[in-house]
């Protein structure tokens, strides 16, 4: 089995610091080539003592200057959305892990495809802000894209088990976060320390914020949208707390087909990048006897509206999936820093979206002016609360 050459962008990241787990542990299988992260130089160093890169990216030009200084190992220290390019382009990687956070990482992504690289996507932003342009891309260089989302790393495995035309709908699960079953007034009441506490998955600040909120599971249905060429008709969200069962595939006959396995983002970002191969691993594998009883409900929209105005925001397509995305994220790292309320969340999203204009076919350019604009937006009603 040949082995594969890897370049991991956001590599300080939850999603990065799992997957060098992942090639720690496969040694014989994955090659990290190049490491790259945007401002914390201190983990990169520990990373490039430890897996030895051909060189190493900090997009953040202060960072790399810190690390240059400190660093007089044999691993070029490369900076800058320059430094971003060459490793979403090296001629010696075959894959590329995405596991930046937000829009940021679209370029590089794009890039990456274009150098005919296979792309192993943790970035969803990606997805829902340029869909159209991402799959065509994908599409016209011949690459393989395979996604690192435990949901839909659970439905591109159970795809496998028939043909996209025999699919009657797509189920995404969601644990329905630490705040499943709240009222508005215990909502009105909840603070940063509560949000972060996810009942199952350890993840990154952003995106369980998201998480509680399901935006990200919004998120997810247009990102699956895109992923696997599936209308929106036939795309769901079921809630399930127990988080085992990570999505299912219901084909025309009726069958079924769920993929469950312990709450752990190693194993679907180890098959991002096994992929059409299995590796072996030593991690905790699912007990059914432990588990005991898997349960299911629809997940409450009147308390969490941001998975319909997301739904909503696919559904209408053109530029209004990226406004979204970037209202989110203005709004998640505000309530991060302190600056507004846990509600106050969805009432920007709904506002930003609100006041946008939608743009049909946009292009690259059409989808970078509407981020801006909309970030514009975001930041002057968060100072206006």
Not at 49 to 59: E, M, N, Q, Y
Not at 72 to 96: Q, R
Not at 215 to 237: R, S, T
Request: charged content about 20%.
């Amino acid at each position: 089995m040949a082995i594969k050459n890897i370049s991991i962008l956001g590599s300080t990241g939850s999603i990065g610091q799992q997957a060098l787990e992942v090639t720690a542990t496969n040694p014989e299988h994955i090659k990290v080539r190049v490491l790259a992260a945007h401002t914390s130089d201190e983990i990169l160093e520990q990373q490039i003592r430890k897996f030895t890169p051909d060189f190493a990216v900090l997009t953040d030009r202060y960072a790399a200057d810190r690390l240059i200084k400190r660093y007089h190992g044999p691993v070029e220290i490369l900076s800058g959305e320059e430094g971003l390019f060459a490793a979403a382009s090296y001629e010696k990687v075959d894959t590329v892990l995405a596991a930046t956070l937000g829009y940021v990482g679209l370029r590089p992504i794009m890039k990456a495809i274009e150098c005919g690289k296979n792309i192993a996507l943790a970035n969803k932003e990606t997805l829902v802000a340029a869909g159209s342009l991402v799959m065509e891309a994908v599409n016209s260089n011949n690459v393989v894209l395979t996604p690192v989302d435990s949901e839909h790393s659970a439905i591109f495995q159970a795809l496998q088990c028939g043909k996209v035309d025999e699919v009657k709908r797509l189920i995404i699960t969601a644990s329905g976060g630490p705040f499943r079953g709240y009222s508005l007034n215990e909502l009105k009441s909840v603070n940063l320390s509560q949000c972060l506490k996810h009942p199952n998955w350890t993840m990154g600040r952003k995106i369980t914020i998201d998480s509680s909120t399901l935006a990200n599971k919004g998120l997810e249905v247009i990102e699956a949208h895109w992923l696997f060429d599936m209308p929106y008709e036939k795309i769901e969200v079921v809630v399930h707390p127990q988080s085992i069962i990570h999505s299912l595939v219901e084909f025309s006959d009726g069958s079924i087909m769920a993929q469950m396995g312990e709450p752990d983002m190693r194993l679907p970002i180890q098959y991002a990048l096994s992929w059409p191969a299995r590796y072996k691993n030593a991690f905790r594998r699912l007990d059914l006897l432990k588990v005991g009883t898997l349960t299911f409900e629809a997940p409450d929209i009147e308390m969490f509206p941001l998975l319909k105005i997301a739904i909503d925001c696919g559904k209408a397509g053109g530029i209004l999936p990226c406004v979204f995305n970037v209202a989110n994220e203005e709004a998640v790292y505000a309530f991060l820093e302190n600056k507004i309320k846990y509600l106050d969340i969805p009432y920007i999203i709904s506002k930003v979206t609100d006041m946008h204009e939608n743009v049909t076919l946009p292009s690259l350019e059409d989808i970078e002016m509407a981020d801006k604009k909309a970030r514009q937006i975001a930041r002057q009603i968060i100072v206006s609360l």
